[in-house]
Nanobody, 118 residues
């Protein structure tokens, strides 16, 4: 079983910054697509950003220009740098690891709370 351990969430004022980290063990990280999703109360979980094994990134329109996803394969860690945070960014943020080609797999972290106050 693959475990994803998230850290870096917390409470920040609007306009502030946070950096989320997600670490895992094992040898599947470098060949997997890593993603950050978020779920606000009463809303569906949505993709925030993703990065492929070839470092191709994708962002939700709502975070483009403010958030940056990156990965360090040597540390088996993916990061989400969040700047210019807004109250609407408040949510539980989940780390996701997946491989869409054979052998396929997908794993989720436990989630970390990000709260942005006015």
């Amino acid at each position: 079983q693959v475990q994803l351990v998230e850290s870096g969430g917390g409470l920040v004022q609007a306009g502030g910054s946070l950096r989320l980290s997600c670490a895992t063990a094992g040898n599947i990280f470098s060949t997997s697509t890593m993603g950050w999703y978020r779920q606000a109360p009463g809303k569906q979980r949505e993709l925030v950003a993703s990065i492929t094994s070839s470092d191709i990134t994708n962002y939700a329109d709502s975070v483009k220009g403010r958030f940056t996803i990156s990965r360090d394969n040597a540390k088996n860690t993916v990061y989400l740098q969040m700047k210019s945070l807004k109250p609407e960014d408040t949510a539980v943020y989940y780390c996701n690891l997946k491989r869409t080609s054979f052998p396929r797999y997908e794993y989720w972290g436990q989630g970390t709370q990000v709260t942005v106050s006015y």
